[in-house]
Structures are given as C-alpha cells and as structure tokens.
C-alpha cells in the first residue's frame, strides 16, 4: 500500500499541482476503464454544451455565446474519484436516432430553458424517461431548469414549480407505475455557483464510496472543530463530498470562489515550489515541523509544534526523493464572522482538495493538530481513490 501513496511532503500557498495533468479540462486515460456514464439532453439551445464546456473546460461562462450547435453526439471523459464520459447531444436526439442502450448510463440530465414553453420538452424527457425506465430502474433521472438568473426570484419559482408538477403529472398519466420514478429538479444558471452545486449532488449519487468519504470529513471535523468542510474536485469546482452537517449555499460560493482564486493564481507559484532544485535543496534538511508529516506511515504520534510552522512551508521525503509530490496548502481570513473563521485549503491528491472552515483560534493556535488531522483525512481519500481504480481498471 505504501508503495502506491505519493509521499506525504509539504504545505505551502500554491496550488498549481492541481491543473498540471489536466489537458483542456480534460484527464487523460491511459487505458480503457470502466466510466460512469451521464447522457446529456435537451431541446437545441437549452444550454447542454455550455453546463458541460464550464464545468468540464474551463470556458468562462460569457464564452458560451459562440458555441455553435451540436449536430452528432459528442463525447467527453473526466476523471475525478470516478471516470465520467458524458454524452452531450445534439438537440433533435431520440430515444431511437441515440443508437445506444439507455441501460449504459447512470443518469440522464434533461436541461429545460426556464423560459421556454414546457411542452415540447417536456414530452421528450417523459419520453425518454419511459425508454430509459423500461430498461434500468435504477437509472438517475435530473432535469436542469436552466438559465435560471434569466427570471426574477419570484417567476423562477414559479416557472420551476410549474415545470416540476407539469413533469409529475404527465407520467402519471401515462401509468402509476411511473409514481416510484425518482427525479431530482435543479435551478441551475452558467453565471452563478447553482450549476456547480446541483452537478455535485447529481455526482453524489454515482459515487459508490461516499459514505466513506463522508465519515471521513466527519471525523476531520470533529477533530478540528470544523462547523463545515467540503472535498472538492480542483478543476471542476464541485464538491465531491461534505460533512454532516447541511450545505448552505453561501458557504458553497466562498469555496467555490476561493478555488478559482487559487486556481487563477497557483500556476503563478508553481515553477518555484515543485522546481527540482528546490527539491533537491530540501531533500537533505526537512524543517523540524516537518518531521510528524513526513510519511504517512511514520507519523509520529504527537502532531508537530504549532510555533514552528509557518504559514506556507515545503519539504520532500528523504527516502523516495524520485516519487515527491507537493501538498499546497492556503488559508484566508473571513471578516465579519463570529467566531473568527478561517478557510483552508489542503491539497489531497492532485485533482481533490480539502475546503475547511475553522475557527481562527484553532488555525493560529493549534495549527500542527490541524495538519495532522489533514495527513490522516488525505491517507483515507487516497486508499479511496486506489481502491476506486483497482475495481474500474486503467
Ligand atoms: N442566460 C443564460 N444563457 C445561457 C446559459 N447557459 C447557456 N446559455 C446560452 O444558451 C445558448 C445555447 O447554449 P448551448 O450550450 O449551445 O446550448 P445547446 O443545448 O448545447 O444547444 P444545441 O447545441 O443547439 O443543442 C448560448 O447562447 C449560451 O450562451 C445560462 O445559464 N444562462
């Protein structure tokens, strides 16, 4: 097992190691692995390829404008904790021109322009609602009602309310059969944070192993008196998995917008901290603070000394000095919160972070407890990841 974990190393303001592997947004794949499959659907113009090209790649959402339109299925892989390939379709996609089993997916996102007339989406979604059904029962259905900053607050919940019962009411029609099928409905918009929440619940219910991330950041939280962390996928801003305790959207935004901060900003720090000079100069002389987190399987027991720890400091393993990886770590004050809240950040693996709010009194006075507690939090998400990998191939 040890042999599979990058060595545990350092802390230090930059995030950059987080975008290197990505190429476009996109991770690639070596070999064939078992993807998770989301099929992406919608009338022309609903807005399909721009929830997948901003959350995916990176395009900022005023670029959507110049997206041309589908015209044949298009194929996109992500790997986050699971590999994603998601269908985006073109607008005139039937159960019968999609040329594929509905059984291959996990889930089937409908996106509905809030401000269109229902019915014509509506039919097809119930349509392929009924197809995909009829195949596998256990298929995800979301319907994203989409380009919601589009209305006012109390016509969107209306339009939203509308399109819900409207939904409802015609599989009912069609059989009470369709009463146990399961739907999950979205506001969602490119221009705010909605997209980015509402694509991680939908993500949350395909991954097989989140209740053992979620214990995970129960413990992390308990342990560091945290009232709220996230394990965030870098690239893609959406939040893998949380603690217990209920997500407010507010909270979500400032990590969100925190790691597009540092995601905008790392790749400025990076040629510094992971140069293989610097590397090379911290091999030989870890700083003391360093010595409980220098491997994940030599921890000593009593967390390192908070006064020695700087905000933001580097150092490698002296054993695999070939294997070093970085764990950058950051931190930001929140103004006006009482008690004084902290925001932090730890890089888990290359592609997750740890988002924490803490309280500051714990941050500046027992800042080696909370590293510590990160080195036991990152050596479970990565058994996670592994695990995840063996079991799907590549
Ligand atoms: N206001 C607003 N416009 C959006 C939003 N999402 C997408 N759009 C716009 O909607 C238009 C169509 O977006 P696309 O992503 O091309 O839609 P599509 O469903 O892929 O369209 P086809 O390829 O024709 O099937 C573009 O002009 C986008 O800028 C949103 O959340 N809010």
């Known amino acids: 097992m040890a042999d599979s974990h990058p060595s545990y190393a350092s802390t230090s303001t930059s995030t950059p190691l987080a975008q290197k592997p990505h190429l476009n947004g996109h991770r690639k794949s070596l070999s064939p692995v078992a993807r998770t499959k989301i099929l992406l659907l919608g009338l022309r113009r609903a807005g399909k390829t721009s929830i997948q090209q901003v ?23 992500y790997d986050t904790v699971i590999p994603l390939e998601i269908w985006d379709c073109p607008g005139n996609i039937t159960v019968d021109t999609l040329g594929a089993p509905l059984s291959q997916f996990t889930t089937l996102i409908f996106v509905i322009d809030i401000r269109d007339l229902y019915n014509q989406p509506i039919s097809k979604l119930v349509e392929f609602i009924v197809a995909a059904y009829r195949e596998n029962v256990n298929i995800n259905f979301e319907v994203f009602v989409h380009k919601a900053e589009k209305l006012q607050e109390d016509d969107k919940i209306e339009n939203f309310r509308q399109i819900h ?3 409802s009411d015609r599989l009912l029609d069609l059989s009470q059969e369709y009463e146990q099928v399961q739907l999950g409905f979205h506001l969602t918009s490119v221009h705010d944070h909605s997209l980015h929440e509402a694509f991680s619940r939908v993500l949350h219910k395909m991954i097989d192993s989140l209740p053992y991330l979620e214990d995970l950041l129960n413990v992390f939280c308990a342990n560091s008196q945290s009232p709220k962390a996230f394990l965030f996928d870098i690239a893609s801003r959406l939040y893998l998995a949380t603690d217990a305790s209920p997500v407010d959207s507010a909270t ?27 590397t090379q100069k911290l091999t030989p002389t870890p700083p003391p603070s360093a010595s409980s987190a220098s ?5 000593s027991p009593s967390p390192p000394d908070n006064s020695t720890l700087p905000r933001a400091s580097a150092h490698t393993n002296t054993k695999r000095p070939s294997k070093d990886i970085f764990y950058p770590s950051a931190a930001t004050s929140l103004q006006q919160t009482t008690p004084a809240t902290t925001l932090t950040y730890h890089l888990i693996t290359p592609h997750l972070a740890l988002l924490a709010l803490v309280p500051t009194s714990v941050y500046e006075g027992r800042r080696g407890l909370l590293e510590y507690n ?14 995840e990998k063996e079991t799907r191939g590549g």
């Not at 900003?265 to 610097?278: C, E, Q």
């Not at 990160?374 to 695990?387: A, K, L, N, T």
């Open 374 to 387: 990160v080195v036991f939090f990152r050596e479970g998400v990565q058994e996670i990841c592994d695990v």
């Open 55 to 77: 959350l995916f790649n990176k395009l900022p959402p005023k670029q959507t404008f110049f997206l041309e339109t589908t015209m044949r299925i298009v194929k996109h892989i």
């Open 295 to 299: 491997s994940p399987k030599s921890r």
């Open 165 to 167: 019962e409207r939904v």
């Open 252 to 278: 979500y935004s400032l990590c969100c917008d925190y790691l597009q901060m540092l995601n905008s900003f790392g790749p400025l720090y990076k040629s510094i901290t992971a140069s293989p000079s610097r």
